[in-house]
């Protein structure tokens, strides 16, 4: 151990000094022969140096292009490893000889690199595959060169101030683990399994695909991916050329501002192109991951910049990506506004990351700050990427396809858009363009939320709705598909419910006082959920949420709840946590975020965000199970529309074991997809169950039913003393009134007496999902139609992903808001950003209009340029 250390400590003085001799001597100006000189250190010195300089080789911009070439022709030919050597790597990794596992196997390599070399074979069953094979005594070299860099730092360390100030030290110890892990090709197929799944579906990238039962740590087999190697772009064919730099870039910036995962080093040598120009990635042995606030913070401060908000943009920065921010004083914050304007404005032309890394890091040097180690390794990529970008197309504009890129996952139209609707809805509405603008100085937003986030610009203003269509205040009709966010499965005003809400309203409209109707609507509820023979009224799905986790907690004697992540339970404190746009942590140990100013945080802290479907969410609910007074989940997220049943039946037998309430929100599910719910589809019974949405018929209406001795806790123990330490306090003034009792009970015996309204929304769901998708295949758009019954939603990506958290990402929220507008122009209501519902009084004549104006909105938003790159 020591004295391969010693020697290797001795090699790097003696290079170094030698590498610094070369560089003092005459002609050091010549920047060829600095590449050279110190192309020929790092051999020296070993795989930890070559992969440093594998980065810097393609940084043209530091090196100039004759550099930067000599570099790429050195690295395109390393040495491969003695053919002794590899039938021996090959035989002790996958435990037998090359000739008994492969059909054939070409012993030149197609590829040598630091690391590894690559090598074309077939298998037996007669694909052509690539085996990667690290080259023998790597591993041990790159250990002993990591041991002695890190010793030859602490000393410097030590010894030189102005290594203390740039923290070579603790960057090394960051970054250690990333390069020594390199030579684990476990760990690399890990990543590499992982950035495919990322890009399943995707046409325009590639990933090839492992062969897992092949595969060792020293070892691993993938497809043969045919095709144009990354610095040849020119061989493609000429229609092919045109868009291959922003594709390049494309695929790289949603590697890393989306999945949070991405390739470090995607130089021209790690990339292919395959025949029809799709960006084909290669060798994941070092890949960057971004945390999900991370990227959170990162998009944050992209949005500050493209907005010109630079003190903000600064703060942003700092906040999340400087070590030792905390020293920053208000001048440097300005001085950092400054370089960003100089980099984001004036040099916008000309985009250089590398340019806006090195002002931003000798600002902060001076500040005695750095940049954090997470974000130096994005910054590497991003140069390695951009370099690669100029070198497939050197006029390329990287600036406005930057501008672009992040553009299309903003919410917000670009202003032209904006003007062009604005334009197009005024000329079509202009009673509900004035009295939107009447109605901005008093009220908050003309619907009754500012759709936080995500607002609507030009919200509906409804005189009238019938069936499963809407009149606005200027006479325009639009087929609905927002189903008022729920409640109208029976369509807008139907007779039945009408005539209720009519005779209510007629007998006096009583509230706070028993009455019939009150009596009905609960005796229905608790028939639709058996097992839970109790309910309890109130006036929404929130207060339901309210009313249920007070009862759980009354119960258990417990303080904290557990939900899961991306599930929304309403707007209280409790609703909110990990809701819908702010996700934290590891996906599979989400940490609670608060997704509402005003949140309180002890609330927020104390509650465990557990991610629908995933098995480790068992163990977090064992792991402070003692604490927990209730799981509260949607059994059927809206966003997915797909119930799990093997994670509901986990659930219940776990909180069966810890003793701890489990309670289904089916607010939106209860008698939407089936009548009794979601838990009927999954049969799994909660101990509690929120309602809310339809069973008010139209009129504000929540409920808890549950199983009785938990919702009696909210019955007096007629002992006054007793109740207000052991019973659960529910009030409204509203809760059980009769008009509403009324809509809701006719609402629900209406679907119960005709079952098959159930089976005829889910073919209908499943008719119009189809018509949609065939549409947008048609128009060549990418688009993704989920939905069953009776729920949808369009979704302007290729990829579908599983966990919430990951469906906002990579989808194109400006298109999905502008199909609303231009859906709207062609007679079709869709909510701009929330899920559609389908009701009973949508006919297939109706789908197929739908359908028809989705057709022609796509087209004219592909002819907009809303999907070109
Ligand atoms: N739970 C779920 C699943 C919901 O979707 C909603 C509202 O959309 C709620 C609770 C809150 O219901 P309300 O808006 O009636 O308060």
Known sequence: MVLPAAVEAVRTVCWTAALLAGHLAPGRRDPRRAAALLRRYLYRMGPLYLKAGQILGTQSGLWGPGAAAEFRSFFAGLPPMAPAALRRTLARSLGAPADRVFASFDWTPVAAGTVAQVHRATLPSGEAVAVKVVKEGVPERLHASARVLGLLLHLAHLLVPACRRFDLRGQFAELRPALLGQFDLRAEAR?????????????????????????????????FVDGVPGHEADRLPADRRPDLAARVQEAFYCMAYFHGRFHVDPHPGNVVFGAGGEVVFLDFGLVGVLSEDDRWHLSAFYYACVRGRWELAADRFTGAFVVGGDRLSADCRTEL????????????????????????????????????????????????????????????????????????????????????FRREIEARAPRAAALRAAAADTLVAPTHLDR????????????????????????????????????????????????????????????????????????????????????????SGTEAV????????????????????????????????????????????????????????????????????????????????????????????????????????????????????????????????????????????????????????????GAVVGRPHLVDLARTTHDPFLDVTARAFVGGTMSGNSVTAAAGAATLGHLRAHPEIYPALARRTDLLTGLLTGEAAAAGVPCRITGSRSIFSVTFDHASPRRIRDRLAGSHLQASVALAYYLRKHGVYLPELHTAMLSAAHTEDDLAQVAGAFGKSVREMADAGFFAH
């Not at 799944?197 to 990933?207: H, M």
């Not at 030009?458 to 189903?483: I, K, Q, W």
Request: glycine share 10%; hydrophobic share 40%; charged share 25%.
């Open 191 to 223: 990543h590499q399994d992982r950035i495919r799944e990322n890009f399943a579906g995707n046409p325009r990238v590639g990933v090839p695909r492992l062969y897992p039962e092949h595969c060792t740590d020293r070892v691993l087999v993938m497809e």
């Open 337 to 420: 506004a400054d370089v960003l304007r100089h980099h984001f404005e004036d040099r916008s032309r000309r985009w250089s990351t590398m340019a806006f890394f090195r002002d931003a890091a000798m600002l902060l040097h001076r500040r005695g700050a750095r940049l954090s180690t997470r974000i130096t390794l994005l910054a590497l990529a991003l140069l390695t990427g951009e370099g690669f970008v100029y070198d497939v197309d050197p006029g390329f504009d990287l600036w406005t396809h930057n501008r672009r890129f992040t553009d299309r996952f903003s919410p917000y139209q670009s202003d032209a858009a904006r003007e062009t």
């Open 452 to 539: 936080f986030v995500l607002p609507s610009t030009f919200p509906l203003v409804v005189r009238s709705a019938a069936g499963a269509r809407l009149t606005d205040v200027d006479g325009n009709v639009y087929l609905d598909l927002s189903g008022g966010y729920g409640p109208h499965i029976l369509g807008y005003g139907h007779p039945v419910v009408r005539e209720a809400i009519h005779r209510a309203v007629a007998d006096g409209a009583v509230n706070a006082l028993g009455n019939p109707a009150e009596f009905a609507l609960a005796r229905l509820l608790a028939q639709a959920f058996p097992g839970q023979g109790r309910a309890l009224l109130c006036n």
């Open 546 to 701: 309210l009313v249920a986790i007070r009862l759980a907690r009354a119960w258990t004697n417990r303080r904290r709840v557990a939900k899961c992540e991306g599930h929304y339970h309403g707007f209280s404190d409790h609703g909110q946590v990990s809701s819908w746009f702010r996700y934290s942590g590891d996906p599979h140990r989400p940490r609670a975020v608060a997704n509402s100013a005003g949140a309180d945080p002890r609330l927020v802290a104390d509650t465990v965000v557990l991610q629908y479907g995933d098995p480790a969410s068992f163990d977090r609910i064992a792991a402070c199970a003692a604490e927990l007074a209730c799981v509260i989940v949607e059994p059927m997220p809206a966003a997915l529309a797909e119930v799990d049943r093997g994670f509901l039946r986990r659930l219940r037998q776990e909180c069966d074991r810890h003793g701890i309430v489990l309670i289904f929100d089916e607010v939106v599910t209860g008698f939407r997809v089936d009548y009794g719910g979601a838990q009927r589809l999954a049969g799994v019974r909660p101990d509690l169950t929120c309602a809310g949405k339809i069973i008010g018929g139209g009129l504000p209406c």
